[in-house]
Structures are given as structure tokens and as C-alpha cells.
């Protein structure tokens, strides 16, 4: 692989289009540097573990061609381009951060190259109303969703939110709106606060004077535990409510006492070993788990790195089928019939979801794809 | 190589890159395009931080502003885009000038510390408005069309963008080629000298920071209509640092420098990510970041200069063209002979309880020589700066030419018709003697900015050169009108400070000390300048130490003692003055 | 809002500020000692939140590798510089103070890695550990360009800002820590809560402040920095060498980032480049102090903390807007009050 790459490289830069390729080749861009790496490097050993699952289609060989984007987009969409015109891949795959993929998706469309977001992203079609990416996660409408439902069973009238001032943020905010509403929750505040900040306290203050029946915590991973101790410290006792960007051992050994008891929609795969035999994931999820620890030597417990092993999966399927049509890789006509390929997944059974892809929609995940989960002394207990 | 060889080099360069599309590999022309869009950012940076010397960090927020503006018109309330480059493009030029109205006055690194703040401050600002999409940014940006065709791909934009960038470059080296343009390349190091040549330095820096950020925008329109989305990230500070990395690689004084250091940092970004995996495997991300660090630090460690001055050491000189002698600037009817033309009534300056100046009264009268003289510490200088307006009376009346001058700024007063020299020569060493003359003209010219960018100038600007090319003559420096200033010895340089005294066309020329540093052939050729200039009615104030020197030439001498006037009189009257004798020569006779 | 909540919020902005404190005063150490705007001053104090959290876990920190390689390369300059000069006999010197001493604390971890080790123990490693690094940078970076113009030493600042943060993922990864708190007292003032951590926080930084204080007043090497400060060449026909000066007061000043690091570390999750924003906003506090005023800066710094407090509750998304946004002000109300005075700038 090092040596194709090199080739690719001296042949780009003498300035000559590289002849396409007879293998199947797909690009693959996540973030190892930059705010987007803690997820960006999840990506990437889920990516080593899909590997290892399965690399060929049939008899034909799949070559991965990865590349960092920083976690900024315009090195994002240089590296798609670069994909596509220099290594001319068949599939883009990417990114760890929602609006790297974002930028990624214009790309995809102009340059006729299909493309799985791993990033939940809302998706547009193009001007010729063509859509060439689909999107592996739940929508975060979807998450929310799930979520403030569970708020309604319990018996929550009104919550106050807060989350990062970040696209996630942005993300989980917009989406509690819509089924609050339908479920009758009135929603009281929507605090934010940076990454990087040392305190909440103001935020968290605010939040308590308007006395909350629940907390829906918009944050993600580590620093997703500074609102729970400030409301902790502040006397809050009741009920807190997350996402799955909460689904992290940091969040838990940071958080401690005040973490406990979050319940937080998640991804079956999150809670393989705890669900029923007969649920869609269990099989599928165990084998991604042994694979993860084989290809990183280590395990793994944690939903990012089962979207780009997902991905792959809806990936080799509709590879599968598109080889069938006889176009040969590299070329225009195979971008097209791995397209066609795609958005015709039916009922694929991967870690998160049963998937299910339409021409006219990038979303192909039902309810199915969620769960709630709480946390349990320190561990994420499945909750039906 | 001649102009003519020149413009064909040029000519070729530009024809190559007409061609490039049909040469060079797909990505390669998306490697250009970016390269084209970084070039404009970094041209402004060069024009304000390499040439006008306002280091700025915040370059990307103003391509920001552009990028989010048209995004928005676009994508949200469905207009064109070329509608988007109108409003960004006045957007960005309001947002800039109003910046630089609060934050040129701060000197220094203080002015680059405000950028990173703005920088930051505007980075938050997009992440945070609803409207512009928070930080998922606005997607789906309609592609620019020309005549109902789309420039969606690479291929398309890509010739938009270096029009964009070659019209840029050729105004730009237009503008520094101009009247304004000069007093542009002047800002760097000080304003005590624009603003004795009767430039106002913070108009002069405004607008160039205007223009920095106007070419900013049109880097941003261009980028968000490339990309079709836009989101905070590549409007950071990091990104504005990214920017002058790229003018310090290419050279900031450089216009030419933006598009090397562009183009440099690009392609050895896209080779850095080629070739660290192969290296590294797995460490790739983070090496990129760092080797991108070292390598800066080591080039300004190393080579603060850039490429293009390095590149320019092994390529031919373009040959200057002399100016060709057509009319002349208008000159000053000057005042009668004999008649009063700066009176100083009371003059007193105090800095804390030390007066330096004190209650000190003279005149100067049309063609005449007046020597001010007096030990160390007399307070010549300080007179000379109450006069020229360099420093504030505390209490009494200078009046020039019949006019009040007392509270007037230091360009006013140049204007009226006062000009100087000064005792630590201050010089643009980069530029030629021609340019540092024609400085001196800026105050008998009127062509603005516009006019230099659009070369509408060229009539006045002939004028005025003919007018410094005389200047020049004068004090026998003609031969060398295209050597740079920092390479004339200092006996040279004070001449060619005169000389830019003279272009302005004074009424008075007031000298700092014009002998210091000057062996004894030059000095007599000095005093035989100010023997002629006398001779054609210029009144001249002189300062000096070298007595035989002030003795030989002046009409009359005023001798200071402890910030007071000790005496006046003609030469012959002050050297037998008991006082001056005991005072100044130190009571030797 | 009511009383209590102000209350609550000047408190905790108090305490923010007086992490901004410790770091804006070392900013404005370093500037007046070297004129180096020490802009990646924040990530010396992240490293020591990282380095901390890491041994209580039981790890070995980054730290080790990344002063490794800093003490090989500073050696590597000093030694390459003496060669050049032809001073081999200050080889063994050079040696002792680049290789021996920053390896010392590091080679001391590398065995007590994976032993649990008290906590004062565990912070003075850390402190130890981090201290070295700020001047072998100042070796590496700033010393050959020691003469260049404020200007330019300021972007090479930004640029090793840079630099550090890929070491500090390279060395660190990509994960936040947050360390076990130094205190676990909770005090009812008056019907207010307050939290021990708070007021160890706002001891430590009285008590450095004080202390720093002390030092510049009382101490020969302290009066030595002053008279730097003042009047570089002045500071060296007296025989003060304006070399070590400087690595005194890098010393010194990542000592303050140090602490800092520590006190902030169970507060909040530092990320690998949290120093960042930490530095910026210590580094407003120092540009109200006008990169010259103790005192100044110090007030300047409890100000950001109060203003980001506040802002946090009226107008959270808006924070960091609001304080970068202040700067300007800031500054302009600076330039005018000391308008007039501005030198002339020096010619490039």
C-alpha cells in the first residue's frame, strides 16, 4: 500500500493523471490532530477493526486510503478532491467532525463520487437533485428524540438544556425542539459553554432558577461531565438526560456521583453483550468487538468506531452488488452503480441499525438504531 | 533584461497559466485554485504588514466576513452571487475601516495583539449567530455563474480565480508605484517623517487597511463559492497565522512574495501529508502540524527575508527607465527678500520641571540664512520641534508666513511650507533614491489611491518626477536615482534628505545638524547648496555644531544657553558677545 | 439575578481569575525580561495538568519524552554555538545545565511511573517535570534571534504555540483529564457554598503573588530582573548577563504556569491544547497591564475572570466574544494614555 501511494504521489506531482485502477479503491478521511482527533482516532480503529472483519469484495481486493483532515474543513475538502482526482477512488468515506463532513458532501456531488458521512450531517442533493452521500449515524433528531420521549415516560414536564457552543450543541438543541414540542415538554433554557472552559457556574445557576424537572446534556465525552458537577455542587438532584456523545469512560471516571444515573440513547452495539439474543445486533456487534481487539489490540466499548465499521459494511454490500453490474472499477460507470448500490441497501444488519437506503434520502436508520441505556455504578446498564 | 523583456516574461507566465488546465493532472488545478485564493488573502497581508508594517493575524476574519456574506445572500435569501461580492465585498470594507478607525491609533505589537483579538473575537461571532448556521456553517452555495454558465468545476473557477489574482497583483504594484503608494512603503519605522513631509500616516494606514481587507474578500467570496460551504473553522486565527507564514515564506515585502509563499506552503503541505505516513505511520496528523511549525520558526530564524528576495539575487534586474522630463510641478512665488516670514514670540517648552525652552523670541526673514547655535542641552532641538510641530508649546506664538502655526499638526505646518531634515537621518533604506525624493513631492500632488490603482496619475506623476530628478541634480545625486537609499554613505544620505526638502518647495528649509558626519570637501559643496539656495530666495534655519561651518555661511546666528536666548546678531556681533565667548565656546578667549 | 447569585458568580469569576493571575503574571515576567510575548505560556500550564493527571493514574507522562527531546536539542544548539566559538571549555557546563538537570526529573518519573506516590509527591514531580521546558525553548527558539524585533519574536511565539500543541497530542493524545481534587472541603459562608478547591486557588495565587513580590524586592537575582526589565544594556555593563536573567525568568514564570496547572487540573478537563484560550485570556490581563505592570495585570486578570463569569450567565454563546471584543477598548483606552510617548519604531 505504501508503495502504490508513493507511486500515486510521484506520478501527481510530475503533473500526470494516474490511469485508473483495476482494484476497487475507497478514500477515507478522519481527524488525528485538532479538536475533531478524540473522535477522529475512534474512526480510525474502527476502520483497522473493519479491516480485519472483511477486505475483499468476492475475489477483489479493497485498497483504504486514509488521510487526516486536521479537523478543518478546508483540508477536508482538499483531501476529497485529492481522493478523487489524484487517487481516483471509487467511495469517500468521512469525517470526525459535522462540518468537515459537511464541506466533504459538495464534493461528492460535483465530482460524481459517492460517499458514507460518518458524521451526522443533514444532506443535500445536488443541482441535478442527485444525492451521492448517504449518512451512516442516527440523525441527531433521531438521538434527541429518543431521548425526550424517555423524558415523557418518566414523567418530565420541563427541562433545562445545555450543551457545547459547538455544532453538536447547535445539533442537540435544534433537535430536542421538535418532539418537546409534540410531546408537550417545554424546554427552559439553552445554555452553553466552550470546550475549554473552566466553570459553568453561571449557566448552571441560571438553569437551576428556572427550576428544571430534568437536565438534557448537550456536551459530549470528557467535558460532557462539566454541567453534572456544577449542577451536582449546586444541590440539583434531579434526573439528567444525554446523547450518545456522553458514551465515553471519561465522562464516567470524571463525572463520579454526579454522572450517576444518566440515561442516555445509545446505539445497540454500546450494550451488545447485555442485549437479547434475538436482537438484530448482538451477532453482528460481538463479531466488530473481536475484530476491534484484534486489529488495536485492545477493546473497545464505545459507538463511534462501530459507524466506520458500519459504513464499511454498507460498503461491501452494495460493492457486492455493483461488480455484478460488470462496470469496472475506477471508472465513472462503477461510481455510479456503487451509488445506485448504496441507496438501495435493504434491511443490511450492521452494529448500530438494520440499514435501509432510498434514492430520495441519506438517513437509512429507524427507531431500532437506539436504545436507552443508564449508567449504573459506573457502567451503561440497557434500559427497554 | 529591458521592460520590454519584462512584459514578455510576464506575458508567458501568464499564457502558461492559461494553460495549466489542460496540462497539469485534475487535482493539481485544485491545488491552484486554493493557491489562487490563499494569494489574495496574503497579497492584502503583504501590502499591510510587509509593506505598510501593521502586522496583522486577523486577515482570516476578513475573509470570513466575505465568505459568510455572500453564503448568506445565496443560500438564504436566494441571490446572486455576484449580488454576494458586492455586499461582501462593501461588508468587509465597512467592517475594516471601522476596525482600523479604533485600532490603527495603537502602536506596535499592540496593533497585532488587537488583531488576534478581533480575529478570535469574529471567529466566535460566526460560531455563535444562528443565522450564519452556527458552527455546522452554511452548506448547498450556488456556484458562481458567467452568462448562465456554471463555474462548478475545478477547471471553471479555476480561471476566475487567477484573474482575480492577476488583476490584484497588477493594481497593487500600480498603487506602491504612485503618489499614495510611496507614502504606503513609508509608513514602516515611524511617523515623525511621513508627517514632515505633510502625509497624514493614519489615513494612509487606514486605507491600506481597507484595501488589505477588500482583497481579503474577494479571497472569500472566491473560496465560499470553491468550497459551496462555509463554516467557522477556516476563518480562525490559526488560519490568519497560516497567511503570514505564507508571506514570510514568499517574502513580505514582496508582492510577488504572496503568490511564492502561497504557492510554497501549499504544495509543501500536500507533500508533508504524501510523505509522513510513509515515514510515520500513525503519527501522521500531528507530525504535519509540527514539522509546518518547525519549518517556520527555522525560516525566520533563518531566512526572515522569504524566497523571492533570495530568487531575485539569481534572476536579472528589470532596468529602470529614467523618467522622461515632461512640465513641471508649480512653484512657490516666494516672499519678498528681507520681508518677516516665521516669527517665534515666547516660545516655551517644559517637560515635567525641566524647561527646555524658554520664553525664547526670533525671527526669520525671506532669503535669509539664520543659525541657531548654542552648547549641548541648549534646546536647540526642542526648538526646532515646537516649530516643525513635533512637540506642543506649552505657552507662547510661533506665526508662519502671517499664519498662526502654534497648534497645528506636523503636516499642517508642512504644508504651509515648512520643511526639515533631521539630525538622525530618517530614511526607507529599501527604497530608491527617485522614490525617497518624490516623497518630498506629496504635498504639491493630488492624485489619491484610485488614481494610482488605475494609473491615472501618470501625467502628475511625470511632473513630479521631473521635479525630483532636479532635486536630485541639485545635490548631485542624479547619476544614482535608482540606487537604494540604505546604500548611499551618510554624507549622501543627508543630501538626499535636502533633497527631499526640496521637492516640497518650501518657503523655509529648516536643517538638523547637515554638516555632522561630513568630511571637509563635503561640506564645502553643502555650503555652496545653501549659498544658492539663498540666492534664489529660500529662507533657511540652520542648527549646527561646527562653528566655522555655521560662521561662514549664515546671515545671522541666535545662540541658546540653558533653553533661553543668550544673544542674536550677525557673526561678527555673537562671536564678540563676552556671553556667547563664555558660555559656548567655554569661556576659552 | 438576586444577590445570592451574584454572589456565587463573582466568587467563582474571582477564582478563574486568579488562575489567569499566576499565568498573566509570568507573561508579563518573561515579556519584560526578553521582550518575548510567551505565547504558548497556557500549554506549559496544561502540561502540568496532563503530567499530574497521568501519574495519578499510574502512567507515565508525556512530559518525560517531550523534555527529552527538547534537553537533546537545546544540547545540540548550545553545544553546536560553543563549537563555533571555539569555548570547549564550557562544554561540561553547557552539559550539566541543557542534558543533566531537566533529565533528572524526567529519568526520576520514568522509574516512579506506575508506583502510587502521594499527592505532594505527585505535584512536585509534575512541577519538577515541567519546569525545564519553557527555557529550553527559550534555548532552542528564542536565544538565536534574541535581537530581533518585538514583532517578529511575536510571531515566532505563535508559531512554537503551534509546535507544542502537536507535541502535546503527539505526547499526550487527544483525550481531556481532569485530576482528583486537592480538596474535598466544602465551607457554608453565610448561607453560600464554597468549595475548598476555590479558596486553595485563591490562596495559591495570593500567596505566589506575594511571594514574587518578595522575591523582586528582596533578592539579588530579583533586583538583577528588574534592572533587565528596565534597561537591557544599562542591566549588562553592570556585569548582569542578559542570557541567564532570561532563563531565570523563564524559570520562574513557568514555576507560576506550573501551579497554575496543578490548581486548575481538578477544576476542569485540560485537553492537550487547552493552553491556548487559558494563555489568551491571561494574556488580556496582561495587555490591560500594558505588558509592564505586576499590580496592573493581576487586576486585569481578576476583571477577564469576572466578565467571563457574568457573561457565562447572561449570554453564554456570546462569551468569549464578549472578552476578546473587550481587548480592543482595552487597548485603545492604553495607546491613549500613553499616547505621545510612542518610540520611534525600528527600521527593518
New interface residues.
Partial sequence: MKNSIVAAVVAASMGIATAAQAEITVGFITSQSGPGSSIGVLYDRGMKAAIEYASSVGAEKVKLIQLDDGSDPSTATRNARKLVEESKVDLLIGTSTAASTSAMVPIANELKVPMIAISPISVAANEAGDRWAIVMPQPPTLMVKAVVDRMKRDGVKQFAYIGFSDAWGDLVYNGAQKPAEADGLKILTNERYARTDTSVTGQVLKMMAAKPDAVLLGGAATQGALPPLALAERGYKGPLYGTPALLNTDFIRVGGKSVEGVQVSAGPVIVAEQLPDTHFSKKISMDFRAAYQKANGMPTSDGFSAYSFDAWLVFLDAAKRAMATGAKPGTPEFRVALKNAIFSTKDLVGTHAIYNYKPSDSYGVDERSLVMVRLVNGQWKYEP | MTRLQFHLVSAAGVLLLALAPA??????I??MN?IGIYALAVLGLVLLSGIG?M?S?GQAAFVGIAAYATAWLTVKAGYSPWIGLVVGVVLTGLVAAILGA??L??????L???T???G??TY??F??VPMLG????I????PISIGGY?L???NSIYYLIWVFVIVSLALSANLLDSREGRAVRAL?????MTESLGINPFRVKLITFVIAALLSALSGWLYAHM???V????FDV??G?LY??MA?VGGMAYLSGAIVGAAVVTLLK??I???L??IS?G????????V???L??LL??RA?AGLVPFALRWLPRVQPTPPIASGSLAHRQQPERGQPILNVAGATRRFGGLVAVDNVSFEVKAGEILGLIGPNGAGKTTMFNLITGALPLNQGKISFLGQDISRRAQRQIARAGIARTFQHVKL??TMTLLDTVLLGTYGRTSSGFFAGVLRLDRAEEARAQAEAMRQLQRVGLADRAFELAGNLPLGNQRLLEIARALAADPALLMLDEPAAGLRAGEKAELAHLLEALRAEGLSILLVEHDMDFVMGLVDRTVVMDFGAKLCEGTPAVVRSDPRVQEAYLGGVA | MNGEIAAILAMDGIASGAIYVLIGLGLVLIFAVTRVIFVPFGDIAAFTALTLASLETGGRPGTVGLVAVLAVLATAVEATALARNRAFDRLPRALLFYLVLPLIPAVAVWFAAGTTLSMPIRIVLSLALVLPIAPLLDRIVFRPIADASVLLLLTVAVALHFALSGLGLMFFGPEGVRTKPLTDAVFDVAGLIVNGQMLLILAASIVFCGLLFLYFEFTIQGKALRATAVNRVGARLVGIRPTSTGTIAYLLASLLAGISGVLIAPVTTIFYDSGFLLGLKAFVGAIIGAMVSYPVTALGAVMVGLLESFTSFWLSAYKEVLVFSLLIPVLLWRSLSFGGSEEEEAEE
Avoid: C
Avoid at chain 2, 231 to 234: K, L, Q, Y
Fill in positions: 496540462l497539469l493532472s485534475p487535482f493539481s485544485t491545488l486554493f508594517g502586522l493575524f479604533v485600532t491609533r495603537l502602536g506596535g505589537h499592540f497585532s495583539l488587537s488576534i483579538a478581533w478570535l473575537a466566535f461571532l460560531g455563535n452556527q458552527y455546522n456553517g452548506s448547498e452555495i450556488p456554471a462548478a468545476s475545478s514602516r519605522g515611524g511617523q515623525v468550497s459551496r460551504f463554516s467557522p473553522a477556516p490559526s488560519v497565522i503570514l507564514l514570510m500536500n507533500s501529508q504524501d510523505w505516513p510513509v505511520p503519527a501522521s496528523g500531528q507530525l504535519e502540524v509540527i509546518f511549525s518547525v517556520f520558526i525566520l530564524q526572515r526607507r533604506k
